[in-house]
């Protein structure tokens, strides 16, 4: 079956400090796209950066980035000048089976920020 | 158009009872998901569709379990003969077509008693 595996289950930063999520999937498809999510306590996932495999370039969104090493079938999530907004469970996902839409994530970081 | 919304947010229940949720989506979004959620744990896709078509079912999605989009719009998802087992949080999501981008409602949290 293809993974999503998330290795940290619980993180720690110091407030506008740097910090890095890991993710490995296993897929055999060429072509896809990765996605973090963030699910705040008690509220809905969002979205927070998708990348392509086709693409190269590392996607960046303000203050998030990936480091996508796709040889090594890993996605990081780098969240730079942490915030306290931004503690809260983050998950890695892809459509893994070929031709379906169904996202299959892994089983979540918690991200604490620490003031 | 505010985003995915469901309804109920919270649903307790005995055990052997029916229940359903209902998801509406993003009024443009053709594609629609249904996801279970347990406690510390990611999301487990449960079934999908396209417009009213229901393209995909996982394992997951016991004979217990049904879920309808008649018109293409808003789904319902319809669980019988709940278990404990069934306490979870349950996911609606939604996307157009040619974009992979899903976007999730706040969840329907289900305890069966």
């Known amino acids: 079956a293809q993974t999503v595996t998330q290795s940290q289950p619980e993180m720690s930063v110091q407030e506008a400090e740097t910090v890095t999520l890991s993710c490995t999937y296993d897929?055999?498809?060429?072509?896809?796209?990765l996605f973090w999510y963030k699910q705040p306590p008690s509220r809905q996932m969002i979205l927070v950066i998708r990348?392509?495999?086709?693409?190269?370039q590392n996607a960046t969104e303000n203050r998030f980035s990936v480091n996508f090493q796709k040889a090594a079938k890993s996605f990081s999530l780098k969240i730079s000048d942490s915030q306290l907004g931004d503690a809260a469970m983050y998950f890695c996902a892809y459509p893994a089976d070929t031709g379906r839409r169904a996202l299959t994530f892994g089983s979540g970081t918690r991200l604490q920020v620490q003031p | 158009d505010t985003g995915v919304s469901q309804n109920p947010r919270h649903k307790i229940t005995k055990r052997g009872q029916n229940v359903t949720f209902r998801c509406d989506p993003i009024s443009e979004h053709n594609r629609l998901y249904w996801y279970r959620q347990t406690l510390g744990q990611g999301p487990e896709f449960l079934t999908y569709f396209q417009n009213e078509a229901q393209l995909e079912k996982s394992r997951l999605l016991s004979d217990r379990f049904s879920a309808e989009r008649p018109k293409g719009s808003f789904s319902t998802l319809e669980i019988q003969r709940t278990e404990q087992g069934d306490s979870a949080m349950y996911l609606c999501a939604s996307s157009s077509q040619g974009n992979d981008e899903q976007f999730f409602g706040p969840g329907t949290r289900l305890t069966v008693l």
């Open positions: 897929t055999s498809e060429s072509d896809y796209y």
């Open positions: 990348q392509e495999a086709y693409k190269q």
